[in-house]
């Protein structure tokens, strides 16, 4: 209904999922914005690895080399997404069950990278439903709003599908966005017009 960029925004919402934590994403090379110039890198290998990708950032426990290029000594308990849905599976009411995507080293841009537009995501039981709150720094209007929505309420359904254990079973319940800064960039402005 929010009229995402399919099936890019399906093949990369399932890529975060996947508990591969893959830089680049190999649906890098179909996202429908970028340039032949900068698709052509993917298809010729060319492509660089990036500061960080949201696979990355769901699955840190299992990168070879998570943000050690930048500070993180070690990523050795670091939690994943599937732990969040483990905790919403024993303690249904939690007020804790929160997938960061920020990292601390993300603060202040220390080493120059590139840091994610997400912050997190916070579910939360309510009644019958488990609800979503996303909580997200920066957004594109154009190329990225709508693809948010998107994989925001498909993690919804995924984390509701993953926590099920026969008591009470949750509902996808309500998603709701908190965006600091919510931009147009001018070059797009016509598509608004």
Sequence with gaps: MCNPDLPWAEE?????????????????????????????????????????????????????????????????????LNDVAALLRRDPWTR?????????????????????CTLGYH?????????????????????HFLNDIYMTGRLLHWMVENVQNGEGLPYPGTLTMFISNLHLFTADSWRFQ
């Design 12 to 80: 990369h919402f399932q890529e975060r999922v996947s508990g591969i934590p893959h830089n680049p994403p190999p649906s890098s090379m179909r996202w429908p914005w970028y340039s032949e110039k900068e698709r052509a890198k993917f298809q010729h290998g060319e492509a660089q690895r990036f500061d960080h990708t949201y696979p990355e950032r769901y699955w840190p426990d299992r990168m070879d080399n998570c943000l050690n290029d930048w500070g993180a000594d070690s990523l050795d308990g670091a939690g994943n």
């Design 96 to 116: 804790q069950a929160f997938l960061p995507v920020w990292f601390p080293e993300d603060t202040g841009v220390q080493h120059g990278q590139r840091v994610p």
């Design 123 to 143: 579910f939360v039981r309510n009644k019958t439903q488990l609800d979503i709150n996303y909580f997200i720094r920066s957004c594109d209007l154009t190329r």
